[in-house]
T-cell receptor, first 110, second 113 residues
Framework: GIQVEQSPPDLILQEGANSTLRCNFS?????LQWFHQNPWGQLINLFY???GTKQNGRLSATTVATERYSLLYISSSQTTDSGVYFC????????????FGKGTRLSVIA | EAGVAQSPRYKIIEKRQSVAFWCNPI?????LYWYQQILGQGPKLLIQ????????DSQLPKDRFSAERLKGVDSTLKIQPAKLEDSAVYLC???????????FGPGTRLTVL
């Protein structure tokens, strides 16, 4: 099956700092989503981004499908950004399910 | 707009007992998913429904797990009998269409003793 690798696995930031999270995948995809799982366990969909660039407030994401990676940018980080960020992808063929990476655990300290 | 609802939020059972989880998707969402998330890992798809039909159940341990989505709205996931390794968070998600943006419920944390 498709492999999804996220880096870094852990990240500690001072409040106000910027960060870039990376997601590499091993096959062609036509579905890529970024999620934030907060410390209470709720998974929140941040972006549906199989290609191109999107922005939502302090967050933005870019997927370069031809090079099999996606980036999530967090600017001016806040303590509420803490949690685990997951990238999930689905292969081009058929109705294949989303496969999640292991996530990047982000801790933002005041 | 109401989000995905799940119940119960927590459940503790002994091994070999049975348990059931309920999910109500976002109104109008045709596709419903059940995921299992083990501590420290990303969610893993167990079963996917399109309306009341199964699209993918390839990773569902069918000897003990079953799921249904009667009338294409609510869904129930059952485990019978439970094993220790079933301890996990069970997440329900829904999307407007099959490969669409997925929205998750709060999950049910299951502990099997």
């Amino acid at each position: 099956g498709i492999q999804v690798e996220q880096s870094p696995p852990d990240l500690i930031l001072q409040e106000g700092a910027n960060s870039t999270l990376r997601c590499n995948f091993s096959d062609s995809v036509n579905n890529l989503q970024w999620f934030h799982q907060n410390p209470w366990g709720q998974l929140i969909n941040l972006f549906y981004i199989p290609s191109g660039t999107k922005q939502n407030g302090r967050l933005s994401a870019t997927t370069v499908a031809t090079e099999r990676y996606s980036l999530l940018y967090i600017s001016s980080s806040q303590t509420t950004d803490s949690g685990v960020y997951f990238c999930a992808v689905a292969r081009n063929s058929g109705n294949t399910p989303l496969v999640f990476g292991k996530g990047t655990r982000l801790s933002v300290i005041a | 707009e109401a989000g995905v609802a799940q119940s119960p939020r927590y459940k503790i059972i002994e091994k070999r007992q049975s348990v059931a989880f309920w999910c109500n998707p976002i109104s109008g969402h045709a596709t419903l998913y059940w995921y299992q998330q083990i501590l420290g890992q990303g969610p893993k798809l167990l079963i996917q429904f399109q309306n009341n039909g199964v699209v993918d159940d390839s990773q569902l341990p069918k000897d003990r797990f079953s799921a249904e989505r009667l009338k294409g709205v609510d869904s129930t996931l059952k485990i019978q009998p439970a094993k220790l390794e079933d301890s996990a968070v069970y997440l329900c998600a829904s999307s407007l269409e099959v490969r669409g943006q997925q929205f998750f419920g709060p999950g049910t944390r299951l502990t099997v003793l």
